[in-house]
């Protein structure tokens, strides 16, 4: 009988065909996570790049006097990109295969950096140019239902309002000193915390409650 | 973190196994398909005796005792006994009317499919023994094509592949497609010499083996089961035939479709105890090694899966009911953590094999009914009803839940 002569490879043959299958499910798995990657680090180079441009384009106005009118509307390009990546790097934070990863620690801090360094600028565009912004910064948790939930709030908030800035920060991300400093400049125990123009609020809040504050 | 470490490690390893059966059983059928030719018996017609084990079947009974004198064979060497066990209804009665054509009835007052197939074994005088359960048809060829499978002197039962007698309402027809299905892996197995189990449908014994090994099991739910993985501990082989196709009705109510698989589900469990240690032995082949233990660790792997698709699913519907609660929207996009594009390929491919297979089966079992919605329940939902009932049996088995051979429903 042919069996005789396979039967006994079958399990070896078998075995081989779904190591090849499994390999190619993790390609493509390995591919998609790439393309996903390799998209987020465009858009933190883009964010990179658009923030030190504003950064220069203020220290301009600061020497040669300038209209703050024009810097308006640079502000909102940049947060909104900012914002934008913000919210791609949290949906794959969630995913537990990026978090951790070399490229994946290094994108988030860069972001970091830039969400910082814009927050630093547009307080000091509203001393040099006398407007008001709303700035929110949201100090969240990965992996945290609550701090998820808030997350959703700010950008029904931010779709409602575009002018309202929100920075959101990894209160527990001990890489970066500079989330160190902002923890303990505003004491952060516990997320989510809201810094809403320098008054803080602890725990979720509705985006109606958020509105009431500002206004 | 380490809830979705362990939940990706699971997801994962079930693909993994998962696509090696399936592939082990692809490559089975592709290297075999010309084994699934049938050959013809060498020698002389021997004398076969038909037993028919009833427990108040007055509904059934004389459609299947007429389907067993129906079937082709010399009337001189075919002995057809009607096992009437602790019947109550017109069984007896209605059996008695076939006194003329030489069915012999056998009136055993203790209950006990086991115990009665035995006392029929005793009385019987066939060189092979033919077990056919009153809820079931048997068709002409039968005994043609089964006894060819024992010129192998080795093989000592073969089992035939059974069909759904006339399926009208949903679960007789997954079960419809569940017969098929496993009327081919059953082949597939016995073609590698693992098959271990004959069902009481129509299956067919070498008496004198049955006898060496003592006879049926009559502790145990499923002796059919039992009686094949005793058979193959004592060295021989279980065969199964695609020619042979005889009906069975299967349970049309849940409460009935309930009792049959737990008990089947007790009897396996109970089998697999009592023959524990072939498990994992060398002289035992692929059966000890490889059949018999994934046999027994598939339906957790089932549970398993069944627990990764129902957190997937939980998930989703809870973390956007808590945002729905928290901020009176809904978001979709809250599936991130789960989404794997690897497992999403693994399935898909999973989903082909099982098409495939499943096309197979129907063209080998000559079936030209198509059931599509039963089909995809079949697919999806069915394996877990399957591996819920192999849970619920081994836990009967293990608390010692006292067996009732027979309530009010067909065993």
Known sequence: ?215 | MLELFIYRLILYVISFIGLFMAIFWISVLYIEEDSLEEETFEGKPPNVSILIPAHNEEDVIAETIESALAVNYPKTKREIIVLANACTDRTEEIAKRYKEQGVKLISIKEPGKGHAVNIGLQKQKGEFTVILDADSIATHNLLEVLLPKFNDPKVAGVKTSIKVWKPNNLLEKLQWFEYINTGLVHKLMSILDVLYLTPGVFSIYRTDALRKVGGFDENILTEDIEIAVRLLHNGYKIKSSLAAMPFTKVPHTLKGYHSQRLRWARGFFATMLKHKEMFFKKEFGLLGLFMLPISFIMPILVILSTIVVAYTLLDIVFKSLFVKLLTGEFFYNLSAPVLDFSALFWTVILVIFGIYVLYKSIKLFREKAFYPVAGFLFFTAYPFVKSFYWFLGAIYELAGVKKVWRGDVRW
Request: aromatic share 10%; net charge negative; glycine share 4%.
């Open chain 1, 1 to 215: 009988m042919v069996a005789e002569r396979y039967k006994k490879y079958l399990l070896g043959i078998a075995l081989i065909i779904t190591i090849f299958v499994f390999a190619a499910g993790l390609l493509v798995g390995s591919t998609f996570d790439t393309y996903q990657t390799d998209e987020l680090l465009l858009s933190v180079r883009q964010n990179e790049l658009e923030t030190q441009s504003f950064l220069v384009e203020q220290q301009f106005v600061d020497t040669f006097g300038g209209q703050c009118d024009s810097m308006t509307s640079r502000v909102e390009t940049v947060q909104k990109s900012i914002a934008e990546t913000g919210r791609k790097l949290t949906l794959l934070e969630n995913s537990l295969k990026y978090t951790g990863t070399d490229d994946f620690e290094y994108l988030k801090n860069k972001h970091l950096i830039s969400k910082v360094q814009l927050f630093t600028l547009l307080k000091n565009f509203e001393e040099t140019c006398g407007v008001n912004y709303d700035i929110i910064l949201f100090f969240y948790q990965v992996n945290h239902s609550k701090s998820i939930t808030q997350g959703f709030a700010l950008d029904e908030l931010t779709e409602k309002n575009p002018d309202i800035v929100i920075l959101s920060i990894d209160k527990d991300y001990e890489k970066e000193p500079l989330v160190s400093l902002l923890v303990a400049r505003y004491n952060i125990e516990k997320a989510p915390t809201l810094i809403i123009n320098d008054e803080k609020i602890e725990g979720f809040i509705s985006t109606e409650n958020i509105e009431n504050y500002i206004n």
